[in-house]
């Protein structure tokens, strides 16, 4: 089983940056889809950023032009975020759509969540 792990989350004051990765324990196929949510406390989990094959990236209105989402040739998936606000406290939770095997269906793979916190 394909585990995606998270890292780069922690304490962070307003106008900060991190830069969170998500990196698969196997070789996942096929990939179509990678993208970053986050999921705020007693909110839902949402969107913040997407990247499709071919490298069309998409942002949440709220994010955009302060985070940045990238990958690399291993299937690593990072998500820059720079000028950072304390809504955006969160645990941040990454996807990969694709499949460990060629006789396997596609599946959404998520990570654990790295968590983002503000200090004052």
């Known amino acids: 089983q394909v585990q995606l792990v998270e890292s780069g989350g922690g304490l962070v004051k307003p106008g900060g940056s991190l830069r969170l990765s998500c990196v698969p324990s196997g070789n996942i196929f096929g990939i179509t889809f990678m993208g970053w949510y986050r999921q705020a406390p007693g909110a839902q989990r949402e969107s913040v950023a997407t990247?499709?094959?071919?490298?069309?990236t998409n942002y949440a209105d709220f994010v955009r032009g302060r985070f940045t989402i990238s990958s690399d040739s291993k299937n690593t998936v990072y998500l820059q975020m720079n000028n950072l606000k304390p809504e955006d406290t969160a645990i941040y939770y990454c996807?990969?759509?694709?499949?460990?095997?060629?006789?396997?269906?596609?599946?959404?793979?998520w990570g654990q969540g790295t968590q983002v916190t503000f200090s004052e």
């Open positions: 996807k990969i759509n694709g499949r460990t095997s060629p006789w396997r269906p596609k599946s959404d793979y």
């Open positions: 990247i499709v094959s071919g490298g069309t």
